[in-house]
């Protein structure tokens, strides 16, 4: 019943709960600096009336539960938006690094120093005999040089900070997911549904914030109050009590995930802003400046370089300098041996096409590979779009397929057939192969010409024998090229119809043209099922056989978790390579599992070489006072089916004996190192006239810059420590060799205005238009995450605004509400000491 007690017990817990509301209070005031600190408050509940006769007696109050002044969808925000603000950050910090490296102040603008290039090409062009132009052309050159090496340098240091700061970063998100999981811990085995550890869960969602800064994160809370965290693309960073880290490894960020036994698992994650956070704007800008990628910002430069060298080279190559090459000369480039990968597309699977971006090669994402029907048992048009695919990928390797031509089925000879001359060309030899109709019995074994089977053989081994004759260094010492070429007969699973006539070529990954002609002049010769016409390696004319040679000398092939796609490209189940386990998706291939030494496609240049119809001029003369003719026209050596250095070189000595009749080459060709060498004996001297395949420049031969970057770019020691070897002339019709010609240097200097220079990985234009693009991304690159960086701050202020109206402490506010609990504390106290008068009165009245 509501008594003296009574009043007292209402007192009393008055006078405890308003302590507790000031001790909340005071906490707020305390911790009003506090970073992410949030507002509590006590919550008060009346307590549980007694019931009496006159009705329910009230109990006082009680303090229920401290709970905070909290939004969690405007923390949610904020942490969403502080991952994009630090993103922005980082990058605008990174860009400013880069812009200095593009720096186009007057006297280092890379479009300046090379204006003043093509400058001295012109100027060397009126006064092409003068030292003094030829020594200002090669200065000039050599700043530019300078420059773009200094440029390099620069690059190579701003993404070595970068990646001091990934690295650092690293550390940090690794500390802040331990703290997390550990706070996780602590909050899960102390809360109840009323008690909650409010100054866990702010420095919770501090550390989440802090985490949010380095990249983007999801979360959400589970039923003991744990938080899960996870980073954009799914990967776990935090559950309950435990963490998961990352690594920063092979210029890629890893998910590291550790089993119980310490074996690790790492998943490559985002490659760029898509992470969000400072890694996320570290590691986009990282990414423009990694070397070997077309696209970024290091890769446009060194094409800017790679196409300057080539432009001025393959011009430089066509001409001749005030003297002859007297002395032994070095090719600047090397034809590096090769890794050569070869595969036979599956033709079970021709039609299922591989979807971009299932396989990567050397870190490359290659693009779809679409599916087609086969063709005769093989999967010529799927051969054809993966090497196509692959090439686009630019992954440092070239994708080659082999030349093959079928003709339809034979028609078998008659009997009066017999005795007939069938004559044709392969490739210029001449075939001839005499019918037989009469040599066996018919229908029975053995058979003769009288049956497709037998006949299709017959030819086929005619046209073996004639290509192997031609080829014979000893019957033939003096044909040149050799043709590698070799005649089967169709079956229907090799790309030719049962019992026709197949011709291919015989080193792999050769795109070399095959050319028929004469087999169709005659009735006769149309029963052969050949048609005439130069054939080159294209979705129609393959063996089926993918390539892949690499200048590296390295192949590393990540098809997923499984074989399914190799298995179409005919490189699953293993063995391919001799690390090469099988089943995992991967292949890592190297020189020394197959090679190629001194392969044409292991020059830096080699997509430039036309070995097709291409060919380069040697002119020779004598060592005397007068520098007379030698030989009265150029020796011409043709770069026809050119598939090692070594054929260079024969091609070379064969062409020269060929034309003067002398045993012995006047300029004798090597391959040294996987170089080419020229030497002249003691009575000749030689010059270039004209390259239409390319190779000189390829090579390094006759050429002004060395090279194929920005940061390997050189002016080749021929030149630089002769003068004279500057081509600013060419060779004459007759040979002849005027020291005030300017055509080559005229041609060169016009290469500033030529519109359709070719660039790696991007479209033609003009070397100005191009590095003007260039630099035109990064500072439009670096204004536009200015301005929304700006923006951002403003949105992340308005934010915090308003979370602050929500969760943060107001001085004024407390201060009130500490008034409003002290007055209430002293009215509880005053209510004892009331009752305490009526206890004694009572008391007194006893």
Known sequence: MGGISQVLNIAKDALLTHQQ??????????????????????????????????????????????????????????????????????????????????????????????????????????????????????????????????MTREITQTRTDISVRINTAVNDINVLTRQLADINVKIASSESDLKQQNDLRDERDRLLKDLSGFMEVNYFEVGNGSYTILMADGHTLVENNESWEIDWLDDRLQWVSTASDGVQTKSPLAEGDELGGKMGGWVEIYNELVPGQAENYMGRLDALANAMIREVNQQHSQGVGLIRFAEQVTSTDAAANTALLTSTIDVATATESIPAGSITINNRDVGIIEGATA?????????????????????????????????????????????????FQVNGVNVSYTVDTTSGAFPGPPFDDRT??????????????????YNDPVLNPGNIPKITIEAVVGDGTNGGAANSIILRNTNLGDESRIILSGAEDTALEQQLGLTDGTYVADETHNTGRLSLFATAGEINIDAGVDDQYLDQLGLGGGSISASDEGGDGQIAYTAEDGQVLASMRGYEYSDELITDGGSFKIWLYNTDADNTLAYPQAVEVSMERAYDLYDVADAINISITNATGDSVPWVYATVQNNKLVLTPDGDHQFAFGGDTSNFLATAGINTFFTGYSADSIGINSTVSDNLDYIAAGTVNEHGEIFRGDSSNSLAISNIQTYEYVRFTGSPTDTLDGFYNTLVSDIGLKGRTVSRDLEYNSLITDQLSAMKDATSGVSLDEEMADLLKFQQAYSVAAKLITTSDEMMQTLLQAV
């Open 21 to 150: 509301s000031v001790s909340v209070a005071g906490h707020n005031i305390a911790n009003v600096d506090t970073q992410g600190y949030s507002r509590q408050s006590l919550r008060l509940q009346t307590s549980t009336p007694s019931p009496e006769a006159a009705g329910f007696f009230g109990n006082g109050v009680k303090g229920m539960e401290i709970s905070r002044h909290y939004d969690q969808f405007m923390v949610k925000r904020l942490v969403s938006q502080n991952a994009t603000l630090t993103n922005l950050e980082a990058q605008e910090e990174a860009m400013r690094l880069v812009e200095t490296s593009f720096n186009e102040a007057p006297g280092l603008a890379v479009n300046e120093l090379m204006s003043e290039l093509w400058a001295t090409w012109q100027t060397l062009s009126d006064y092409p005999e003068t030292l003094a132009t030829r020594e200002a052309t090669v200065q000039q050159a050599q700043i530019l040089i300078d420059q773009l090496h200094s």
């Open 375 to 423: 063709v005769q048992g093989v999967a010529m048009q799927k051969t054809y779009n993966a090497a196509q695919a692959i090439n686009d990928a630019i992954a440092g390797v070239a994708a080659k397929l082999t030349t093959q031509v079928s003709g339809n089925a034979v028609t078998p000879m008659t009997p009066a057939d017999d005795g007939s001359t069938l004559s």
């Open 452 to 469: 497709d089977q037998t006949f299709a053989q017959n030819v086929v081994d005619a046209i073996n024998a004639a290509l192997t004759t």
